[in-house]
């Protein structure tokens, strides 16, 4: 093991915001066993025990790579204590001291008294589960229905939505967990508008990228695919239901209601579906973030619009793109990132797409509530909080409008 920062390992468990009285008895307890500590695990170095309750705020301020129990498969399995390991532990010491004995050498028993508990840094890669379709022309004929990204993307999310809603009732979804879990509804039939949070399926269409040309660059396209997906843990056994039950469904012109499109499962590892999967340390958009919040509050355009001193402008322009970079962080919070990642990773934004073949920003279609929140392309290189470049995997969606896959981002 390299320690990294210094040479202190912490060990945190939350507490209530009023731990009771009894629980108090035993941390004390416990910070008094901490300083009878020798030894930490499997080592026989040295180990000197301390014990605390810590603020919140004094957590925050602790050095080093942090590590998180991970609630999904993946990770790095670390042991972990359970009912019987002190026993155990108790005697297998016994049988090691006494491992010698006149009739020869008795070997002490292996450790088995143990959990296994899967474990990950804040910016160790997570794969999310998705369910990836075609969309295919419904007439019957080969090939693809394709649609284009600025102004029909949004339309596309939306016959998704409906599809997997179509699905759902065909295989006898509870009327709630339709609500909450595919439509995003929280609240009854006729009240306000009350979000499920990140708790819900995610429509995303994905736009085809291209060799094109001679020197076979790569050029974002119109949408031939979509994804189902989830911006929290979990949700693995609802996206193999999607992958099946939803397969086959219809895209249904909302005004016409007749099929514009056929959904055909296809897999993750589809040459195109890998862009927006794929692991990576750098992504850019392929349709632009809407921030979340107005990036000039204070007008500071108006004043530059006015002329100023090369001095001033430069501390308006400043100002203003430091405005922009904080919702930018704000928003990769929002989706779910660590604070790691959004506080340390390097961010570009600009009108104009990264990627060639992408609209200017503001051609973009979205929802009415959004129309008057900025919309920029962005590209992003994860670092971790040493600056140093960590690979994320997709897929990425981030500002407002992300269950719909405005703010998509694939693999640069």
């Not at 002190?86 to 009739?103: M, P």
């Not at 909450?180 to 949070?197: N, Q, R, W, Y």
């Not at 790569?218 to 979509?226: I, K």
């Amino acid at each position: 093991t390299l320690m990294m920062d210094g040479e202190s390992v912490y060990y945190l468990w939350q507490l209530e915001n009023q731990p009771k009285e009894l629980l108090c008895n035993h941390l004390d307890e416990l910070c008094n066993a901490a300083r009878s500590v020798v030894a930490v695990g499997w080592g026989v170095d040295m180990a000197i025990g301390h014990g605390s309750v810590l603020s919140a705020s004094e957590v925050e301020s602790l050095a080093g790579e942090r590590w998180f129990p991970s609630t999904v498969r993946s990770g790095n399995p670390l042991r972990v204590p359970q009912k019987g390991t002190l026993t155990a532990l108790v005697e297998g010491h016994e049988a090691f001291v006494n491992r010698i004995t006149s009739d020869g050498l008795t070997v002490p028993p292996i450790m088995t008294a143990f959990a296994k508990i899967m474990y990950r840094r804040g910016w160790d890669a997570q794969p999310k589960p998705v369910a990836a379709f075609a969309l295919l022309r419904p007439d019957g004929r080969e090939g693809f229905r394709s649609f284009d990204t600025a102004s029909q993307a949004l339309t596309v999310a939306g016959m998704l939505r409906h599809a997997t809603q179509m699905a759902a009732e065909c295989t006898s979804w509870p009327r709630d967990c339709i609500d909450t879990s595919i439509l995003g509804h929280a609240e009854a039939k006729g009240e306000a508008h009350v979000s499920v949070g990140s708790q819900r399926f995610a429509y995303i269409p994905l736009p085809s990228i291209e060799f094109r040309g001679e020197e076979k660059v790569r050029v974002v396209g119109s949408v031939r695919r979509g994804m189902l997906t989830t911006f929290s843990e979990g949700f693995e056994s609802e996206m193999a239901w999607a992958q099946r039950a939803v397969s086959g469904q219809e895209l249904l012109d909302e005004d016409s209601k007749k099929p514009t499109a056929l959904l055909s499962s296809i897999g993750q590892h589809e040459n195109i579906v890998r862009y927006y999967t794929q692991p990576s340390a750098t992504w850019a958009t392929v349709t632009p973030v809407v921030l979340p919040g107005y990036d000039d509050p204070a007008h500071l355009r108006r004043r530059l619009k006015r002329g100023t001193g090369t001095e001033e402008q430069s501390e308006l322009l400043s100002r203003l793109n430091k405005r922009i970079e904080g919702l930018l962080r704000k928003a990769l919070l929002q989706a779910g990132f660590s604070a790691e990642l959004a506080e340390n990773s390097a961010m570009e934004w600009r009108k104009v797409g990264f990627w060639p073949g992408t609209d200017f920003a503001d051609k973009y279609g979205v929802p009415d509530h959004l129309a008057r929140f900025p919309r920029l392309h962005v590209k992003i290189q994860w670092r971790n909080a040493r600056r140093l470049p960590v690979d994320v995997y997709g897929p990425i969606c981030i500002g407002g409008g992300r269950f719909y896959g405005l703010g998509l981002f694939a693999a640069f």
